[in-house]
């Protein structure tokens, strides 16, 4: 059974860093994109950021770039975001999810993925 637990969300202000962790479960890692969502309060749901564990790359939304980072540590078997310099338009839940198909980041970001977290909340204060 594939499972998905985000942790590392919480407050902070407007500028500062977070970082999430998705320990994920159930899958080999290497077989699947593994990324990042978020939903805010009366949105729709956000690809965020995605890495195909096929090829290495990484994909991230416009509104992200260059703030955001995402890694993996394929031993641990964990998804990060490294999430600096941040505006209070990035308070959402952010939720890890996994693809079947590794090579598909770019459609899985704006369609979804197979496999979801349950969420964690990331609020940045003004």
């Known amino acids: 059974e594939v499972q998905l637990v985000e942790s590392g969300g919480g407050l902070v202000q407007a500028g500062g860093s977070l970082r999430l962790s998705c320990a994920a479960s159930?899958?080999?890692?290497?077989?699947?994109?593994i990324g990042w969502f978020r939903q805010a309060p009366g949105k729709e749901r956000e690809g965020v950021s995605c890495?195909?564990?096929?090829?290495?790359?990484?994909y991230y939304a416009d509104s992200v770039k260059g703030r955001f980072t995402i890694s993996s540590d394929n031993a641990k078997n964990t998804l990060y975001l490294q999430m600096n310099s941040l505006k209070p338009e990035d308070t959402a839940v952010y939720y890890c999810?996994?693809?079947?198909?590794?090579?598909?980041?770019?459609?899985?970001?704006?369609?979804?993925?197979?496999?979801w977290g349950k969420g964690t909340l990331v609020t940045v204060s003004s």
């Open positions: 890495i195909s564990r096929s090829d290495g790359f990484t």
């Open positions: 159930g899958f080999t890692f290497d077989d699947y994109a």
């Open positions: 999810a996994a693809g079947a198909t590794p090579e598909f980041c770019s459609y899985y970001l704006s369609y979804g993925m197979n496999y």
